[in-house]
T-cell receptor
């Protein structure tokens, strides 16, 4: 049973436009959410996180939005750059600092020049 | 920079062989993790360890075991490799206080023939 779902396996966006990656979860106990980014032949790297006490967290060009009632979060990248082309994983945890993360399937983002 | 090193980038093994995947981290992290990444399934946790000689099962521990004799080293063992264990294996570590700061190795692509 996939508790964290990324329903779009891939997304293609033009350079300079906004990229929106979506993630849904089913477990209402999840309280802390993270996004990781993965380039080919490299391990995932932490990008941004948000706890359930917030509905938005921003870091430069990256913003994560959380809608707890809909059990939905999204990652916005503005403006998109070619170096953003990667696979993005959404992850969730019951509390901040918990030992285990549950990851989504990943979305491959391609930024076209 | 934190470095998580996985001993092999690619491995090809035969069904029934015993396989060792090695992982070393150089930042004195408490927690270490083994994930596998499969298309359409994302990252799934196999085992993790929060201290030397301690281990906890993740979501898919069947067919695997682990060893953590030293703080910096976490080994994943496939006692008798099977074709359904063909996958990308990712090792990660974290400080132990904030789980979001998972640092991943580059991964080992294991093919079991």
């Amino acid at each position: 049973d996939q508790q964290v779902k990324q329903n779009s396996p891939s997304l293609s966006v033009q350079e300079g436009r906004i990229s929106i990656l979506n993630c849904d979860y089913t477990n209402s106990m999840f309280d802390y959410f993270l996004w990781y980014k993965k380039y080919p032949a490299e391990g995932p790297t932490f990008l941004i996180s948000i706890s359930s006490i917030k509905d938005k967290n921003e870091d430069g060009r990256f913003t994560v939005f959380l809608n707890k009632s809909a059990k939905h979060l999204s990652l916005h990248i503005v403006p998109s750059q070619p170096g953003d082309s990667a696979v993005y994983f959404c992850a969730a945890s019951p509390i901040q600092g918990a030992q285990k993360l549950v990851f989504g399937q990943g979305t491959r983002l391609t930024i076209n020049p | 920079d934190v470095k998580v090193t996985q001993s092999s980038r690619y491995l090809v093994k035969r069904t029934g062989e015993k396989v060792f995947l090695e992982c070393v981290q150089d930042m004195d992290h408490e927690n270490m993790f083994w994930y596998r990444q499969d298309p359409g399934l994302g990252l799934r946790l196999i085992y993790f360890s929060y201290d030397v000689k301690m281990k906890e099962k993740g979501d898919i521990p069947e067919g695997y075991s682990v060893s953590r004799e030293k703080k910096e080293r976490f080994s994943l063992i496939l006692e008798s490799a099977s074709t359904n264990q063909t996958s990308m294996y990712l090792c990660a570590s974290s400080l132990g206080q904030n789980n979001e700061k998972l640092f991943f190795g580059s991964g080992t692509q294991l093919s079991v023939l």
